[in-house]
């Protein structure tokens, strides 16, 4: 079982916009706003799209957000595009001895 | 622009050690404060921090894991290094290494290596 809880599987048709939810404790989460997403396509690495909760590296699109409230992390994509169809891991610092911990991942299905 | 590439054995005997190795080019292993990690993928599931070395030395490890672990670094060669021991079935996964910072935040990784633990 992973430390942090996303859902197994969400969807969207091109154009809309989703949200992918992590969730974990006053440990994680909740006491530090150091959340990164990952994007993995199959076979591939994964890719960092978002840092320090909202934070987007260079060459990511704008259509990736991320933010915060209390426990849970979000990630937003919004206008979505058949290329965003890939799985999403969120991670989060959990402290100098854990360091970080990942979500199960979340499979992004566009319709 | 930094790569790293993982190496080693794609097949490893049930209780003996799976050994890795993670080469950096495009920069130095030594320069900026990055911390390099050991990650890994079973087939299907989600990623595992296993571990991760500063060019000091310093070390710190999944506590899940910790009884097994061993990560080192060469800086001469660019380097470093992943020992698991006593290995089963169960670890049996695509390992990747990675650069992060301070707090998490892993922004390159290998392409990955496929480790098997079998007979």
């Known amino acids: 079982q992973s430390a942090l809880t996303q859902p197994a599987s969400v969807s969207g048709s091109p154009g809309q916009s989703i949200t992918i939810s992590c969730t974990g404790t006053?440990?994680?989460?909740?006491?530090?706003?150091?959340v990164s997403w990952y994007q993995q396509h199959p076979g591939k690495a994964p890719k960092l799209m978002i840092y320090e909760g909202s934070k987007r590296p260079s060459g990511v699109s704008n259509r990736f957000s991320g933010s915060k409230s209390g426990n849970t992390a979000s990630l937003t994509i919004s206008g979505l595009q058949a290329e965003d169809e890939a799985d999403y891991y969120c991670?989060?610092?959990?402290?100098?001895?854990?360091?970080?911990?990942f979500g199960g991942g979340t499979k992004l299905t566009v319709l | 622009q930094v790569q790293l590439q993982e190496s080693g054995p794609g097949l490893v005997k049930p209780s003996q050690t799976l050994s890795l190795t993670c080469t950096v080019s495009?920069?130095?292993?030594?320069?900026?404060?990055?911390?390099w990690s050991w990650i890994r993928q079973p087939a299907g599931k989600g990623l595992e921090w296993i571990g991760r070395?500063?060019?000091?030395?310093?070390?710190n490890y999944n506590p899940s894991l910790k009884s097994r672990v061993t990560i080192s670094v060469d800086t001469s060669k660019n380097q470093f290094s992943l020992k698991l021991s006593s290995v089963t079935a169960a670890d049996t996964a695509v390992y990747y290494c990675?650069?992060?910072?301070?707090?998490?935040?892993?922004?390159?990784w290998g392409q990955g290596t496929l480790v098997t633990v079998s007979s």
């Open positions: 495009g920069g130095s292993i030594s320069s900026g404060s990055y911390y």
């Open positions: 070395i500063y060019t000091s030395g310093s070390t």
């Open positions: 006053s440990s994680d989460v909740g006491s530090y706003n150091l």
């Open positions: 990675a650069r992060g910072g301070l707090e998490g935040d892993f922004d390159y």
């Open positions: 991670c989060s610092y959990a402290g100098s001895s854990t360091y970080v911990v």
